[in-house]
């Protein structure tokens, strides 16, 4: 009997710590938003629910869940990360995604770049290299009810042309090297946004527009380097 | 005293140099360079804290010594032989790249240092033992000491060249173990039976059956492998690090390509080295027409002419060698230091590849390109330089490597090496705030002014992709056509130009945007007689590299870091520049630590009386000294053999052998005090006239055939170091004299300056220059001489 006594209070203790690990995470995600995005410019509101609504922590390795809104970016393995969440806002915002708009994403890595996207716009197909982390990211985003998301396994370089041309390609893996294939199956008037450098360092991001023929390239502030910007 | 502890203190000091060596090597490999080298300096403060214990138990040791002595070296061993399983356990859940986003990392880091640190202490416990007990043989122990410690250098290339890296510490775990046997009493062989069989065992075990290299998942080669159906298709280890090339139908490389291009980018092989990209594998056909470098800025100097000879400078795997035989230039020497790389793609990949290195026009030359430089007499058309900087940019990752090549004297030899109308093209990757293609376009215009009178803007072109930025320097001026096709190119690949004569400010971002227009401005100021003061003025250090002070990718002014985190954010900035600022940390980690081990044992041995003034003078003057030397000997080098691996294995083994026969003849050349004094007076003077004459000399010997540079850099090296090696065994027979307890803490001080000296003679050759780390070596030997003046 005593042990039965034991095993309810423990089942109870852990849902009462479950809960409260819910609420905590909900508490650090609405931290994230304030204090490392709207903070730091950005005023994209639908990028802002979007973060609000995506719960980050479950898109990281258990292990790394309590560091899941920490100012930074996370491993996820295979040598790969879940990009700092300033950085995955900021990136969404200068695409501009809308609704109705269909996005292609180069390296899904655990899949978190493509929900905050699938909260935005009609469909987002994402494209990774990896088959674990491809097949991890899939059953997530499945289980998370994110029907509009097709995670592809796949080499990213040759992009996904059947569902071409795209409102915007989101690049999270970058090369040396922009294939020319993802460029091809930009929209006229289409962005594409591309993290350049390491994720542990300094990254700069490059958007490129296409306009017609006519292909320009901004290279944006480095993404560290944007200071907060403390309300009065 | 028996014999065999000469041959125990050799075989022992042989295995903590090759130890030494194995470890820079393997953490190489496993992690980041800069952290290896900051793992190894903690690790070596091993030989300060073996004095605190000594200090600190000297009785006790002394009392024991005939069991401590093969105790210690055979607990050498093992942890030695260990190594690389403590590594797998501790990488297996530490990795130095996540240092910067997770601060649990730090413990895996402490972690780390003491692993790496145990054989250190115990093989110093062992030497220091030994000099403590039997100090009136020091000048034939340290002799011992020395001669070991240059073998050890020697074998370790040797090593390098036989063994696969994870068998290493097995194989050099031996020479420990040997050195522990032969000093066992007769009358304990039994008792240690279980220690010798652990002992030997182990590297048996580990060298047949090596543990894996637990490499991190952030280098280069573990994203490779990542990739599908990746596998390494030829591996190799030499001096030179472990090339694997590696094969993926996903790995694909065409760096700054133009966003016009339509064509595929092709799949390649690519070479990684230590882990670390080091090229693709070149195929090359004779019926290649084009090339994608063609979409590429690296262009530019093939559109404003066809040269008909070029020089490649660190050619690595031969990318640009590929695209100049498309081109139609007709011969090409490929100048690069890796002969193992090159060798590679000559012979054993000749089989899977058409290696370009068959073809007739190539003429592959195995040297350090400035030797090169300082060799050749031809005339070249165009001299084509490696990129500057990396892809989404460095972040001061190469910032303490020495980049000979990018200095304005290594210019000024390119510029008198071209044809009439001859080019020196370079490339570098943008970055932001703008440092590397500053630095360069002001190496390339101060090269221009040194070597014309006429304006640099009629020279100097540069074009602009989204990532890179191609400069060229021409010997003649810049002609209407040749503007015009550069315009025309510029228009046809999306790129703007940035330098041109005649330019206007409206055509420079036409393409490709910047956060801000101040590149430009600072590319104006660079190409106007106010660049000297703009060098001043900018937050980040562009000064042109120079021989003195060869650290192009060195771009941190530390007298500006807290300007530079108003700027960017107190959190921001020591991401910008980390490499320096790794060692920056090093030095205040082990100076700290050498503070406290220093002062530790005066809790033991009395904080007053007699000789200590003296013991921190001569022991410290020493232990930096004669670092910073062996250091700048063998920067100075490298450029002479023309091969960093010979440079420093000739350097370091010629000097400790020297040393060595120093402090045996120290009995006789030199009986007290005024003794020591014409010593350390001497090893001044030495210093002064390298200071002076060294590079000169040199410079005018280089052509000479090797074995004559072999003969004539022992004969460089030999007086110097003959004299630096007496004062250690003089200090510790005046101590022996005068205060016997003292002579732990002073092989205690001797190790933690020695330790100190690198990361100190690396700050201050960033700062101030070669020159300077010479002249602060004197001084460090005149604090030596002023401790011998001092009555005691």
Known sequence: MAIMKLAIILLVLSVLSQEAYSQNFERMRENMVRQQIQNRGIDHQATLRAMRNVERHLFVPRAQQRRAYDDGPQPIGYGQTISQPYIVAYMTQLVNPGPGHKVLEIGAGSGYQAAVLAEIVEKVYTIEIIPELGNQAKILLENLEYDNVEVIIGDGYFGHESEAPYDAIVVTAAAEYIPPPLVAQLKDGGKMIIPVGSPFLVQTLMLVEKQGDRITTKNLMPVRFVPFTRKE | MPKRIYISVGLLSASIIAFQLTLMYLLSIIQWSHFAYMVISVALLGFGASGTLLALARNWFIRHIKIALPVLMMLTAVSMSLIMIISNTVFGSFDSYLLFVDRSQVLGLVITYFAFFVPFLFGAIAIGLVYIHYVKKIGGLYFADLIGSGIGGLLTLVLFWSFSPTQLPAVISTLPLLAGILLIPAGLKMKFTPLILAGLLMPIILFINPPRLPMSEYKGLSGALNLPDAEIVAERSSPYGQLSIVRSPALRYAPGLSLTFQGTVPVRDVIFNNGNWFGPVVEWSETDTSHFLDYTTNSLPYIIANPGDLLLLDAGTGLFAAHALTRGVENITAVEQNRIAVNMLKNELAGMIDSMYQDPSMNPVNLHPRSYLLKDDNLYDLIILPTSESFGGTSGINALEEQYTMTVEAMNEMWHRLTADGMISVTSWMDYPSRAPLKLLATLVETHENNSSLPAEDHIAAIRGWGTITFVLKKSPLNPDEIGRIR?????????????????????????????????????????????????????????????????????????????????????????????????????????????????????????????????????????????????????????????????????????????????????????????????????????????????????????????????????????????????????????????????????????????????????????????????????????????????
Not at chain 2, 531 to 537: D, P, Q, S, T
Not at chain 2, 678 to 685: P, S
């Open chain 2, 488 to 792: 025309d190119f510029g228009n046809q690949m999306n790129f703007d130009p940035v330098l041109l004569p005649g330019i206007d400010q409206s055509e420079r971002s036409v393409f490709n945007q910047l956060p801000d227009d101040d590149f430009f401005s600072h590319v104006d100021r660079i190409m106007s007689a106010d660049r000297y003061r703009f060098y001043n003025e900018y937050d980040f250090n562009i000064r042109p590299a120079t021989d003195n002070i060869p650290y192009f990718s060195q771009f941190l002014k530390l007298g500006r870091y807290g300007k530079m985190q108003e700027m960017f954010g107190q959190s921001t900035v020591p991401f910008l520049e980390i490499g320096y600022l790794i060692v920056l940390l090093t030095f205040i980690q082990i100076t700290g630590a050498a503070v406290i081990l220093i002062i530790l044992p005066l809790f033991a041995i009395g904080w007053k009386g007699g000789g200590k003034l003296y013991t921190v003078l001569h022991f410290s003057g020493i232990g930096l000294g004669f670092m910073f030397i062996e250091i700048i000997l063998i920067q100075q080098f490298i450029l002479y053999f023309g091969n960093p691996i010979y440079a420093a294995a000739a350097v370091l083994s010629g000097m400790l052998i020297c040393s060595g026969a120093g402090s045996l003849a120290s009995g006789r050349f030199s009986k007290g005090r005024r003794g020591i004094v014409k010593v350390l007076a001497l090893v001044i003077f030495f210093i002064l006239i390298y200071t002076i004459l060294l590079t000169p000399l040199l410079r005018l010997t280089i052509n000479f055939p090797l074995t004559a540079k072999i003969f004539l850099s022992i004969l460089f090296i030999s007086p110097a170091a003959f004299f630096m090696g007496m004062p250690f065994p003089l200090g510790l027979r005046k101590l022996a004299e005068l205060n016997d307890t003292l002579i732990p803490w002073a092989w205690g001080i001797n190790g933690c300056l020695s330790v100190i000296s690198t990361a100190l003679a690396t700050i201050i050759a960033v700062e101030a220059g070669y020159i300077w780390v010479m002249l602060i070596a004197a001084l460090a030997y005149g604090l030596t001489l002023s401790a011998n003046l001092i009555k005691n």
